[in-house]
């Protein structure tokens, strides 16, 4: 049975992981399916949005502790595991597709990390998430990462010091997910999103979402210098004044993605 599944409609892909029974634990074996499958997902000139799903009771419960126990393993067999997965994490950013994580259950953990890394996150109202390696000895040292530059601070060392769950209303509210739905909205609502996204320049979206993380990091001046640069370049853009244009005459404007 393959860890992930990868279904492309129109636009959009959709990533679902497939270990149900390990409660889609991240796996070595399911990183580097999702690996391979994000590096084909960013050669493919379709695809505008990426959506990542999780089969069964819950989206993913972080890694796999049976790769993680055992007197016969060095440092290095750890090293291995943990690039893999921060360089899968890395990955999400990298890729110019918008990656949005629809959540159900649990994210615990790397699965936690896993919805932080996303560009977007959508919840149903029953979901859950928490970094509670703190309680088993084992620091949630790579979830630290994205949550602590999505959250803030304060709140990533909360949820990381005392590894308590923390709901999809309070997920929401710390800016951890950006929205929360009943679960018989969550999918379709992740579809209407995927959708309304899609709709636009696949050129501005790529261009949006690289500028975005390279100005993050930067202090004001830094990212205001930069930030101007890319928009008057991307005023040059075929997309830029075809949409200008669309606007001005109240049409719909006909994308080259370009």
């Known amino acids: 049975m393959k860890h992930i599944i990868f279904e492309k409609k129109d636009y959009i892909g959709w990533i679902t992981l497939n270990s149900p029974k390990q409660r889609n634990a991240l796996s070595l074996g399911l990183m580097n399916e999702m690996q391979e499958q994000l590096n084909k997902i960013s050669k ?3 695809i505008k949005v990426v959506v990542i799903k ?3 009771s819950d989206f993913c419960t972080g890694h796999n502790l049976k790769e993680l ?3 016969d393993y060095d440092i290095n067999h750890f090293r291995k595991i943990f690039s893999v997965c921060s360089d899968m994490m890395q990955t999400l950013h990298k890729i110019h597709q918008i990656v949005i994580a629809q959540v159900h259950g649990i994210a615990m953990a790397a699965g936690c990390q896993l919805v932080a890394a996303c560009d977007l996150a959508i919840a149903d109202t029953n979901a859950k998430f928490s970094t509670p390696g703190v309680k088993i000895g084992l620091f949630c040292s790579t979830p630290m990462v994205p949550l602590s530059r999505l959250i ?3 709140r990533a060392l909360e949820m990381l010091l005392t ?3 923390v709901s999809a209303k309070e997920a929401e509210k710390i800016g951890l997910i950006n929205k929360v739905v009943p679960p018989e909205k969550l999918a379709d609502e992740t579809k ?3 959708e309304e996204i899609a709709q636009y320049s696949k050129h501005t979206l790529k261009l949006g979402k690289k500028a975005f993380y390279s100005q993050i990091d930067m202090d004001e001046k830094s990212a205001y ?3 101007k640069e890319v928009i008057s370049k991307n005023c040059l853009d075929h997309d830029a004044q075809e949409g200008m244009k669309a606007f001005l ?3 719909k404007p006909k994308w080259k993605h370009r």
């Open 192 to 194: 209407k999103w995927a």
């Open 44 to 46: 493919d000139k379709e």
């Open 225 to 227: 210098n930069y930030a």
């Open 163 to 165: 590894g308590r769950f």
């Open 152 to 154: 803030g601070r304060r």
């Open 54 to 56: 999780g089969n069964g």
């Open 249 to 251: 005459e109240k049409r």
């Open 69 to 71: 126990v055992g007197k």
